[in-house]
Every structure is written in C-alpha cells, then in structure tokens.
C-alpha cells in the first residue's frame, strides 16, 4: 500500500509552547489529508480536513486557533498545536487520500504521541 | 447519523478459530467500509475494504461481508493467529472523504 511518513513518532515539551507535527505522503500526492487525534483506548477522532493550497476545514469543537494546518504542497501537510496544554497531551495521526496508484484509498501515518509537561 | 456502531468491545479468540467483528450504520449516503487494523503506539493500517455495489470481499484470511439492507457489515478473520492480536476498527465515509470510525475492537488470540 501507499506510504505515509509522520513525524516526530513521539515529542515531549512545556506547557506553554508549540510542538509542529509534519504528514508526508512519499508515493503520491494526496490533495486532501486528514488529521485525528486518539486518547488511550479510544477511537480516532477527526480533528480536521487539510486541503491543498486552501484553508483547513475544522471538526465542530476543534480550536482552529490551536491547531493549526498547513497543506502547502500535495505532499505535505503540518499540524501545529500552539500553547500545548497537559489536555492536549494525546496520539495525532494523519491520514492522506490517494486518488490515483492505489485506487482511491485512505492511509494512515504512524502518528506522534504528545506529552506536555 | 454519523455514527458507526461496533462490536464486540473486545474478543478473545483461540488460534485457528475465525474471529468476527461487526459494524452497523445509519447514513445511506456512506460508500466506501474500510477496517483498520492497529497496533499500539502505531497508525492504523488498512487491512482490507468494500464498497455497497458487492455483497462480499475476500483478501487472504480476510473477508468483508456487507448487508446493504441491514446497513451493516463485518469483518472475519479466518484462520485466527497470535500475531493477529490488535485492535481492529471499522469506519465509513463518503467518497472516500472524512472517516467516520466504530469504537474499536480488542481481539486477542491465543495459541
């Protein structure tokens, strides 16, 4: 199947700063990619859709002041949680859209596990 | 209506046996039945997925049956391993856009 590399698999900070998740797709592009975000033993809930070249559509509850994305070429795609909180300490995975090779299907990064001290 | 409803919450399988795990829906409009298969600490992967227009798919050990009147589906593991263990999701979207994920199933399985 497709590829998608997230990273970093894991990251550590403050309360108060900003930690920036990258979502690459290393075999095709994807114009659309999908953020979640996962809490222990729970299912994946979607936090936003990333489109390229456009704004970010968020999830009903979701601060788009917080959680910032940008999809600024059809591989990439970032997510950057601003002033973390302990509360935002959780799994984020991404997901990307292929269209093309693999016939329209949906795969996931490996995601980052935040900590926020 | 967004909803996808899974079950069971978790299971337990001895190896060889098939395991099974259903999803229902309620939204007409979804097309596209992905399950995902994750291991902790790790992304979901994609194991195998349907759209309505077949009744069923089979990939390897993994079958997906899908019941378009019933508005559900499931998936069976045949053959079940130890290396099988991990939990399982369905999900459903529409035009393969935003997924919309069941609440997950444990399964493990023993030797």
């Known amino acids: 199947g497709a590829v998608v590399s997230q990273h970093p698999s894991w990251v550590i900070c403050k309360s108060g700063t900003s930690v920036k998740i990258e979502c690459r797709s290393l075999?095709?592009?994807?114009?659309?990619m999908f953020w979640y975000r996962q809490f222990p033993k729970q299912s994946l809930m979607l936090m936003a859709t990333?489109?390229?070249?456009?704004?970010?559509?968020?999830e009903q509850g979701v601060e788009k002041d917080k959680f910032l994305i940008n999809h600024a070429s059809l591989t990439l795609s970032t997510l950057t949680v601003t002033s973390a909180h302990p509360e935002d300490s959780s799994f984020y995975i991404c997901?990307?859209?292929?269209?093309?090779?693999?016939?329209?299907?949906?795969?996931f990064g490996s995601g980052t596990q935040l900590s926020v001290l | 209506q967004q909803q996808v409803k899974q079950s069971p919450q978790s299971l337990i399988v001895q190896k060889g046996g098939i395991s099974i795990i259903n999803c229902a829906y309620e939204?007409?409009?979804?097309?596209?039945f992905p399950w995902y298969q994750q291991f902790p600490g790790k992304g979901p992967a994609l194991l195998i997925a349907?759209?309505?227009?077949?009744s069923e798919k089979k990939e390897g050990r993994f079958t997906i049956s899908f019941n378009k009147s019933a508005k559900q589906f499931s998936l069976h593991i045949m053959d079940s391993q130890p290396g099988d263990s991990a939990t399982y999701f369905c999900?459903?979207?529409?035009?393969?856009?935003?997924?919309?994920f069941g609440t997950g199933t444990r399964l493990q399985v023993f030797p």
């Open positions: 997901s990307a859209r292929d269209r093309g090779t693999h016939g329209e299907k949906l795969f």
């Open positions: 075999d095709f592009q994807a114009t659309t």
């Open positions: 990333s489109n390229e070249g456009s704004k970010a559509t968020y």
């Open positions: 939204n007409t409009a979804f097309d596209y």
């Open positions: 349907i759209r309505p227009d077949v």
């Open positions: 999900a459903a979207s529409i035009n393969t856009d935003k997924l919309i």
